[in-house]
């Protein structure tokens, strides 16, 4: 049986990924990593779904970009329930806003559930010094224009990953506008500073500060 796995496993390497077992492991784990929560899949589609829409508008505003369902999805439904609460007076603005703000601050510590570790693994560091150099002054010029300063890299090396993984694999170049990637590393950046010089209760309870955040 084992052997009949390892076999299947290998021609997808070979069919699928080009004989990438890289590739293969990146998209298995992503898969992993982006399976939705089909309870709270089916809570958002029974409570309130009228108000998704404008829930996402919620969200977006606040964290600068709409992350994937299987973030989202177990905070909607709450949601869902309190834009309807607020529409019809049962929640006054300020209170509404407050349980809002709590809502939004759950799904930041989401984004950044995966960036907890005061240091991230060897691996890591080691792919970052194979970011071919043009690619590397280009993403770190990118988020120094986004963050204000230049950043440690302890805090962005990540995101400096992740935007090289869009250079390289889209061949595209990054455009003169604020993209999802650019709010995401702003938030992951800013929560990784804190989480450093201040551990994880401060970095959890931080304010989101995308309000803060340099346009291009």
Known sequence: MEQWRNDLENKVITESFSGS?????????RT?????????LLLSETIFPEHSINVHDIIKSNLGYLPKPYITLPY???LNALYNQHRSKIL??????????????????????PHNELKYSEAIYLKHQQIPIEYRTQIRKRIQRILGYEANIETSVYCELKMCD??????????????????QSFL?????????????????????????????
């Open 32 to 40: 992993f990593e982006e399976t939705l929560d089909w309870n709270s």
């Open 188 to 216: 992951i950046i800013k929560y990784r500073e804190i989480l450093i010089k201040h551990g994880k209760e401060q970095a959890s309870a931080s304010p989101l500060l995308t309000a803060f955040i340099n346009y291009l």
């Open 76 to 78: 909607e439904p709450y």
């Open 166 to 183: 869009l250079l390289s694999s889209d061949m595209i170049r990054l455009p003169e506008y604020l993209t999802s990637a650019d709010y």
């Open 21 to 29: 077992k890289e590739r293969y492991d990146r998209a298995m784990q």
């Open 92 to 113: 006054s603005d300020n209170e509404f806003n407050k349980e809002v703000s709590l809502s939004l601050l759950q799904i930041r510590n989401k984004i950044a559930e």
